[in-house]
């Protein structure tokens, strides 16, 4: 039996610990198809609890914690930290489970992690439902992104380096958190900014990372087979806008979805929407996504 992570966690929350050295806080619970459930750079296991009701009721569901966020303790170094190393993670989790292929439900950065996955072994993803992968360098397929991109490194990406190497942790989550999301400097609850801090190593590993966005090429995503659904939020910031748009472009085979009522976060903004939404998508294609652990 896993040892729990942490005296406080859960009872049902366990860890993987994976050959490379990671250990992975994660929840499993339902029956039916696998799916996997992966969060954003600033969320966590938790990130999922208004799907995880809705999806265990059809699925048998796995949501983690990628490696450096709560209550994970991998305090291994990775200056060139991304998509790929999580992506790998998430490979050695599916091993630790014994789950041959399952459906990827990403969010933000999670997304990424998901398609850097699907395309390195695409025979594990049985169906992607993915939310705006942040695959920065989509952006410069446009002259709208290209735009876009300047202007949130000008305006989020290098203030937030900056505070996180000076060691202003508070001040860089909520650049990040308002930058990503739209709104400038983020105004935290004190709950808010708790949950922040508490995932303040992942978002910093990335944010000064050397390759914090790799290259998923567009013949690499065209070629995927799998059924794919990607989702976005009608009131989504520009940058995530555009990237999402020239995504799409290089991937005609998906489905796409505009989540209303919804920014970045579609499934935390509208999860009514997006959890029915993704269990049609599932339901239209169960024929391809019956493989079980």
Same mark, same amino acid.
């Given at each position: =039996?896993?040892?729990?992570?942490?005296?406080?966690?859960?009872?049902?929350?366990?860890?993987?610990?994976?050959?490379?050295?990671?250990?992975?806080?994660?929840?499993?619970?339902?029956?039916?198809?696998?799916?996997?459930?992966?969060?954003?750079?600033?969320?966590?296991?938790?990130?999922?609890?208004?799907?995880?009701?809705?999806?265990?009721?059809?699925? /048998?569901?796995?949501?983690?914690?990628?490696?450096?966020?709560?209550?994970?303790?991998?305090? =291994?170094?990775?200056?060139?930290?991304?998509?790929?190393?999580?992506?790998?993670?998430?490979?050695?989790?599916?091993?630790?489970?014994?789950?041959?292929?399952?459906?990827?439900?990403?969010?933000?950065?999670?997304?990424?992690?998901?398609?850097?996955?699907?395309?390195?072994?695409?025979?594990?993803?049985?169906?992607?439902?993915?939310?705006?992968?942040?695959?920065?360098?989509?952006?410069?397929?446009?002259?709208?992104?290209?735009?876009?991109?300047?202007?949130?490194?000008?305006?989020?990406?290098?203030?937030?380096?900056?505070?996180?190497?000076?060691?202003?942790?508070?001040?860089?989550?909520?650049?990040?958190?308002?930058?990503?999301?739209?709104?400038?400097?983020?105004?935290?609850?004190?709950?808010?900014?708790?949950?922040? &801090?508490?995932?303040?190593?992942?978002?910093?590993?990335?944010?000064?990372?050397?390759?914090?966005?790799?290259? &998923?090429?567009?013949?690499?995503?065209?070629?995927?087979?799998?059924?794919?659904?990607?989702?976005?939020?009608? /009131?989504?910031?520009?940058?995530?806008?555009?990237?999402?748009?020239?995504?799409?472009?290089? =991937?005609?085979?998906?489905?796409?979805?505009?989540?209303?009522?919804?920014?970045?976060?579609?499934?935390?903004?509208?999860?009514?929407?997006?959890?029915?939404?993704?269990?049609?998508?599932?339901?239209?294609?169960?024929?391809?996504?019956?493989?079980?652990?």
């Amino acid at each position: =039996m896993n040892d729990l992570v942490s005296p406080d966690a859960p009872a049902t929350l366990r860890v993987a610990r994976l050959p490379s050295g990671v250990t992975l806080a994660h929840d499993v619970a339902g029956q039916g198809p696998p799916l996997v459930f992966i969060h954003g750079v600033m969320g966590d296991w938790r990130s999922w609890d208004a799907q995880w009701p809705a999806f265990t009721a059809h699925h /048998r569901c796995l949501r983690y914690s990628r490696r450096y966020n709560h209550p994970n303790h991998n305090t =291994m170094p990775s200056p060139d930290h991304s998509a790929l190393h999580e992506a790998q993670d998430l490979l050695g989790l599916l091993d630790h489970l014994g789950w041959e292929r399952a459906i990827l439900v990403g969010s933000s950065y999670g997304s990424f992690a998901a398609l850097a996955l699907a395309v390195q072994h695409p025979e594990r993803c049985a169906a992607l439902a993915l939310s705006e992968p942040p695959m920065m360098k989509y952006a410069q397929h446009s002259a709208a992104g290209r735009e876009a991109e300047a202007r949130f490194r000008a305006d989020v990406i290098e203030p937030a380096n900056a505070a996180f190497r000076r060691g202003d942790d508070e001040t860089a989550a909520r650049i990040m958190t308002g930058g990503i999301n739209g709104q400038g400097v983020a105004t935290l609850t004190p709950e808010g900014m708790s949950r922040r &801090l508490q995932n303040i190593v992942a978002m910093k590993t990335l944010a000064l990372s050397s390759d914090e966005f790799p290259w &998923l090429a567009p013949a690499w995503l065209a070629a995927l087979a799998m059924p794919v659904l990607l989702l976005a939020g009608e /009131r989504t910031p520009p940058i995530h806008a555009e990237i999402f748009r020239n995504v799409c472009a290089a =991937m005609p085979q998906a489905e796409q979805v505009i989540v209303p009522d919804a920014g970045h976060g579609t499934s935390r903004d509208n999860p009514a929407f997006f959890n029915a939404t993704v269990l049609d998508f599932l339901e239209r294609h169960a024929p391809a996504t019956t493989t079980h652990p």
